[in-house]
């Protein structure tokens, strides 16, 4: 309430994989824009499902040892996806970001990718609008703030 965003973006109910702390993150979010009528648009962070399944092909070619399979559902099909934003110009600090949290061992995989396997991972923010009160939002977007004053 007291900063009033206009957006506000978040894990999935599943948190995009199953991860606790992403769910509970999911449950947070949306109890905070149920009780606060905030924000003007409510987005689920996603991956497209055809780029998943690109990135652990191009993961499997640099690491012949790497055998993690993504089940069949993993990730979201393109056509779900409202929003993709281009963040290239920040991917090294995103890595770095990454590899500074303990937290994030679980994906130590992508961490140790070659830097264009990670351009190729972190380059693109994508997204799935779940809440939207702004009539003059387009239907894909590559600005969350798109249709905003």
Same mark, same amino acid.
């Given at each position: 309430e007291k900063y009033r965003p206009q957006v506000l973006i978040t894990y999935d109910e599943n948190g995009n994989y199953g991860h606790p702390d992403h769910i509970q993150a999911n449950r947070i979010a949306l109890a905070a824009a149920d009780s606060t009528g905030i924000p003007d648009k409510l987005y689920y962070m996603t991956i497209p499902r055809e780029a998943a399944l690109e990135m652990f092909e191009a993961m499997k070619a640099q690491d012949p040892e790497f055998d993690f399979e993504p089940p069949d559902d993993f990730g979201t099909p393109m056509a779900e996806i409202t929003a993709a934003v281009d963040v290239s110009g920040y991917t090294r600090r995103k890595a770095k970001a990454l590899q500074a949290h303990g937290s994030q061992s679980d994906g130590a995989a992508f961490l140790?990718?070659?830097?264009?396997?990670?351009?190729?991972?972190?380059?693109?923010? =994508? =997204?799935?609008?779940?809440?939207n009160r702004v009539t003059t939002a387009p239907d894909h977007e590559t600005d969350l703030f798109a249709g905003l004053r």
């Amino acid at each position: 309430e007291k900063y009033r965003p206009q957006v506000l973006i978040t894990y999935d109910e599943n948190g995009n994989y199953g991860h606790p702390d992403h769910i509970q993150a999911n449950r947070i979010a949306l109890a905070a824009a149920d009780s606060t009528g905030i924000p003007d648009k409510l987005y689920y962070m996603t991956i497209p499902r055809e780029a998943a399944l690109e990135m652990f092909e191009a993961m499997k070619a640099q690491d012949p040892e790497f055998d993690f399979e993504p089940p069949d559902d993993f990730g979201t099909p393109m056509a779900e996806i409202t929003a993709a934003v281009d963040v290239s110009g920040y991917t090294r600090r995103k890595a770095k970001a990454l590899q500074a949290h303990g937290s994030q061992s679980d994906g130590a995989a992508f961490l140790s990718m070659p830097e264009p396997v990670q351009d190729m991972v972190f380059g693109t923010e =994508f =997204f799935i609008r779940h809440r939207n009160r702004v009539t003059t939002a387009p239907d894909h977007e590559t600005d969350l703030f798109a249709g905003l004053r």
